[in-house]
């Protein structure tokens, strides 16, 4: 399964931001497994690296961007996915339609992220993480 995190997942994550950190953290835990193939974009890198430089410094937020890199698929924000936000009338925030175009040229199936309404425009699931644990990943661990 192709999974695509957007920004708010990985800042999650890299700042332990509770009561989401135990789901977002589980999720990211998938990228060693064999069955998902978890995405990002260099955007959504970029926006986690500004809120983990504000809490960690410059150093310790480079370092934490480095590990998720080394980890994570990164999914292009391409010429074409711009040009595909900016002819969708549907779409109103221009970030949000680079995210769900580089998810879409990966194939994934689902977007999580714990702004669910930023994708009203989507046609692919849009889970926050809690739903995406509920869903996908305690059928994984009881079988």
């Known amino acids: 399964m192709n999974i695509f995190l957007d920004a708010n997942i990985l800042v999650s994550v890299l700042n332990k931001e509770y ?21 990002t974009s260099p955007l959504c890198l970029a926006i986690a690296f500004y809120f983990a ?15 998720l890199s080394k980890h994570l698929k ?26 769900y175009y580089a998810a879409a040229e990966q194939n994934c199936s689902c977007i999580i992220t714990e702004d669910k309404s930023d994708f009203y425009f989507s046609d692919l699931e849009i889970l926050n993480s809690t ?7 305690n059928s994984l661990y009881t079988k």
Do not use: M, Q
């Open 131 to 137: 739903e995406f644990c509920s869903k996908y990943l």
């Open 74 to 99: 990164i999914a292009g924000n391409t010429a074409d996915g711009v040009l595909k936000t900016l002819d969708n009338k549907k779409i109103h925030d221009f970030e949000d339609g680079l995210e």
């Open 19 to 39: 009561p989401l950190f135990p789901f977002t953290s589980r999720i990211l835990s998938l990228a060693d497994n064999k069955r998902f193939k978890i995405y």
């Open 53 to 67: 430089e504000k809490k960690h410094r410059t150093v310790k937020a480079k370092e934490k961007i480095s590990v």
